[in-house]
């Protein structure tokens, strides 16, 4: 056996971090050294907060965006529209959307999107939890804007004929959207376009 050339502490950090999506084991050497050079300061701020970062957020019992407070801003802000209500896949396209500024409703995360492949059916997505919103009736329109992708699309059509029923107006955002593409990596002029030209499904 080969003698460890780094201290296992080094090694852990580089190990951790090349667990992250697009951090190759490069990157993870190269993140590490830099925190053995960096302050102290530094390196204990990173570890403060992501020490929060799981201990202080949590999801919002009513949209299940990622907050701190449940439930979150969004769905506690009377300015917004409430009869309103935008389906996404992932908190990051509630991001996406909010920075559009075309949007002042509110928000449902499925965390997720249907996909036979991977083996993700409704039943692992927050869908029983979206039923039981609409059938509270207080939405006048539901916008699907899962992503623009096979489970994207699968997942916007599974949903308008779960909700049929409720007789709710159902849109999907407006083509134009990269197909294959994420809303979160959409520019914020295109999805807001997108939003204000969405179409009766
Ligand atoms: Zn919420």
Do not use: W
């Amino acid at each position: 056996m080969a003698t460890p050339v780094l201290p296992r502490s080094v090694q852990r950090l580089i190990d951790e971090f090349a667990r992250l999506p697009g951090i190759g084991p490069k990157s993870a050497s190269r993140l590490t050294f830099y925190l053995l050079r960096a302050t102290d300061n530094q390196a204990l701020d990173l570890s403060v907060a992501l020490q929060e970062l799981k201990e202080r957020t949590r999801l919002c019992s009513v949209c299940f965006n990622i907050t701190e407070d449940d439930p979150c801003p969004i769905c506690e802000d009377e300015a917004r529209d409430a009869h309103l209500v935008c389906v996404v896949e992932e908190p990051l396209d509630v991001l996406a959307i909010e920075r559009s500024r075309a949007y002042g409703g509110r928000y449902h995360v499925l965390h997720g999107a249907i996909s036979p492949v991977e083996g993700i059916g409704p039943e692992d997505l927050r869908v029983t939890e979206l039923v039981q919103r609409v059938a509270q009736g207080q939405f006048t329109e539901i916008i699907l804007a899962t992503n623009p992708t096979l489970e994207g699309e699968s997942t916007a059509l599974y949903l308008q004929r779960r909700l049929a029923e409720y007789g709710v107006r159902m849109t999907r955002l407006a083509r134009g959207l990269p197909v294959g593409g994420d809303l979160e990596y959409t520019d914020e002029i295109t999805l807001g376009r997108a939003l204000e030209g969405r179409q009766e499904v």
